[in-house]
């Protein structure tokens, strides 16, 4: 069975690093994967007019799943799009610190499941009279049982024990205040154990002590701030995967964007990028080869090559090449 | 002349620390206060019915200056209704890490200017069907504009260079789009250097590389968690105060909670709190003064009695009598 991936490589770095997971993936012998290429980011706006032709919207739509890279200053008129072209509904962020690396918290492990439809991400917003603008921030019910569902199915089976639930309900008391509710039924209907947080102390607590979060299921911002904290902690973007998982179809991605200032230099590191090809390996329920590409990852970051926002002085190039070696 | 201060304990361990300031100023012979109590929280909702009384409301309006300490789960009916009534439009929050003392990050020294306001702070929420809620984040340009006044006077006054202004533009468009506008119009109004970062990213920086900020102003939830994490990053909330600063009035309030979890054992860490005097004696053109509290809470911090959140083992008094001592 050949599966149909959809490749974004995008602006910046991201076409340096999507390259690297394709030929990771095409080291990967149990697995026929065929590649679909296809255009997003600030080029593409400049040569066409559009940031996220409609092609690229329909090779998404219609692959199994989809790699992308990074976008530029287009960013938001990308991403956000491409998560709802593949109808995902769950963001999914593990941070984790690696031996052999310098780490704010080398004792961190935790996966964010962050709301990935909804919250200040419904795009409504409008500048009522001058000077005053509003944003209509919107939580349902049905969203956040849905990714609650997810989390705690998630939490299972990756046998993670503590699941916290992070809000600003003493503040956001409808609309936070549903989404706690919401979140913690699931919770309850199962019988499963969590702790709540206010996700402005969450913060703190996240710095001083992220050996006692494993999962932690937030509405859209929260998730996008905290897990960006967490890169923090492990070592810099250039480590964090991303799976945004919908019912039928997923797109996976890293959580660092474009890196102009590096852009163009082959020195982008590869392995949040490899990440999330391994994070798709698991999607299509190739565990596995999952648990491979992570392993060769791990290895390479303990004693392998490493990129300059690690300390090393290696190439996005050699860096693959020593992932595929270890494979 | 005579300064009537407004004193509101509240709850849990506000009972402890604010009797600490409250000694800390007594101490100031430099300086004449008439202490008015005033009562609020969880207590008092319990024996009255409401959380912030008609008469605690009036006699912070009334006061030159109001201190506060700490409210439990009522909190948000609290503290935020007070900010109104001091009519308080800044938040002004400075993290710095002190000598002597396990910090995450020890080359810290940052102060967030957090809009007081608006944003999500809103208050306007409402479930508008069955299982679907919405809140109006409201963003102004002129409270924008206010806080950017003050934001860019504050940095000049106290010879702070590196500027950042924190705004989620990209995703809210136009309501922080006219935040991240009107900020850096005042900058450039001024001729002034700034830098300006997504809030996500920052998250990361911050905890990366504090000691590239000075003074960052950022909307109200940005500056919420923001100042949080930075919290983490030297110590614990024991160690942030604040100032909630308006026109003619201004309120002082630790950064931390009532900590349930220690109240009545006497070993809440009283630094945050005094700290918060010493923002209030700038506040009231003592500055001398304020450098004084401030230079004997660093003194005790790093040579004198530590309370049990910092590592030691001495109580509320021990901690306060030895500033008083530094004094
Ligand atoms: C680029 C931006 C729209 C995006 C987001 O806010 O989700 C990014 O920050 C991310 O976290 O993937
Ligand atoms: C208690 C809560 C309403 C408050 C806030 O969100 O402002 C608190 O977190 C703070 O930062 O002072």
Redesign the interface.
């Known amino acids: 069975m050949t599966h149909e991936i959809a490749v974004i490589p995008g602006d910046g770095i991201g076409q340096e690093v999507t390259p690297a997971a394709v030929e990771v993936l095409e080291a990967i012998d149990s697995v026929d994967f065929e590649f679909v290429e296809a255009d997003a980011g600030d080029a593409v706006l400049e040569a066409t007019g559009e940031a996220l032709p409609q092609e690229t919207r329909s090779i998404a739509a219609d692959a199994d799943a989809t790699l992308f890279g990074a976008a530029g200053e287009t960013?938001?008129d990308v991403i956000?799009p491409l998560r709802e072209v593949v109808g995902s509904f769950a963001n999914v962020r593990p941070a984790r610190s690696y031996p052999g690396l310098d780490a704010?918290?080398p004792d961190t492990d935790i996966v964010f499941i962050r709301e990935n439809t909804e919250g200040?991400?419904s795009g409504i917003?409008?500048?009522v009279t001058?000077?005053?603008?509003?944003?209509?921030?919107?939580?349902?019910?049905?969203a956040s049982r849905e990714i609650a569902e997810f989390g705690f199915d998630y939490a299972k089976q990756n046998d993670y024990d503590d699941i916290t639930i992070a809000h600003?309900a003493?503040?956001?008391?409808?609309?936070d205040?549903?989404f706690l509710d919401a979140v913690s039924a699931v919770g309850d209907s199962r019988g499963a154990d969590y702790d709540t947080a206010l996700?402005?102390?969450l913060?703190?607590?996240?710095?001083?002590t992220p050996e006692q979060y494993d999962v932690i299921i937030c509405p859209n911002?929260a998730g996008?701030?905290?897990?960006?904290?967490a890169?923090?902690?492990v070592g810099?973007?250039g480590l964090l995967p991303s799976a945004n998982v919908g019912e039928e179809n997923a797109l996976f991605e890293p959580v660092h964007?474009s890196a102009p200032d590096i852009a163009g230099e082959g020195i982008a590191n590869p392995s949040a990028m490899v990440l999330s090809a391994a994070m798709l390996l698991d999607h299509l329920d190739y565990d596995e080869e999952g648990d491979r590409v992570r392993t060769a990852v791990e290895s390479v970051l303990e004693s392998g090559p490493k990129t300059p926002d690690l300390g090393g002085d290696a190439g996005t190039e050699a860096v693959t090449a020593a992932i595929v070696d270890e494979l």
């Open positions: 960013a938001a956000l704010v918290q200040v991400y917003e409008s500048e001058e000077g005053v603008t509003t944003l209509t921030r919107v939580i349902t019910e049905s600003k003493n503040v956001m008391r409808e609309t205040g549903m996700m402005d102390a913060a703190m607590h996240l710095v001083m911002l996008d701030v905290l897990s960006d904290l890169a923090g902690l810099g973007l964007g």
